[in-house]
């Protein structure tokens, strides 16, 4: 683990680098979060505050950043960056285990409801609907979700690696 200080508009992680092996930990400071927009702008979708966990998809899930997270102008941050191995050590810590988790669905869930196939299909009530009431869960290899011919009240988006690889009612 390292403490690293960042100076205004100074960059921590940037969207669709390959991380890994780290993610980080907001000590001191704000930090502001953007996303590629649909015309390839960039788009303030958040402030992490002291406290927040960032970066952990890439480690935990081996995708790519899916946003840039940047020091605001006119402010400084001190973040914690977090190796794989002390990831392994922390999360023998019950809460900071449950934290990880939890940062992880909701990272995991808002990943899959920006997805082009829903966010471009889906209004904007049923996308806030499905925030609300769905679950982002992970699965074992093999687990059954479904049987064929047996009726299911659940919806399945299924991602691998920040890949689609199937959807649909069932």
């Known amino acids: ?61 081996g995708v790519e950043r899916n946003a840039t997270v940047v020091v605001p102008e006119n402010n400084q941050a ?39 196939l829903i966010s471009d299909t889906l209004s904007k009530e049923t996308i806030e609907d499905l925030r609300r009431i769905g679950q982002f869960m992970i699965y074992g290899k093999h687990h059954v979700l479904c049987v064929e011919k047996n009726r299911s009240r659940k919806f399945f988006h299924q991602k691998r690696l920040g890949a689609t690889l199937t959807r649909h009612p069932i």
């Open 78 to 116: 001190v973040v914690l960056e977090v190796t794989r191995p002390a990831l392994r050590l922390l999360r023998k810590l019950p809460t900071f285990g449950q934290v990880l988790d939890d940062t992880y669905r909701k990272h995991g869930f808002g990943r899959v409801l920006a997805d082009p």
């Open 1 to 61: 683990m390292r403490l690293l200080e960042y100076e205004p508009r100074e960059e921590v992680m940037r969207q669709g680098e390959w991380g890994g092996n780290t993610f980080y930990i907001a000590v001191n400071g704000v930090l502001d979060v953007f996303v590629r927009g649909t015309g390839g702008g960039q788009q303030r979708i958040s402030q992490l505050q002291p406290g927040a966990l960032f970066g952990e998809m890439a480690v935990l899930a």
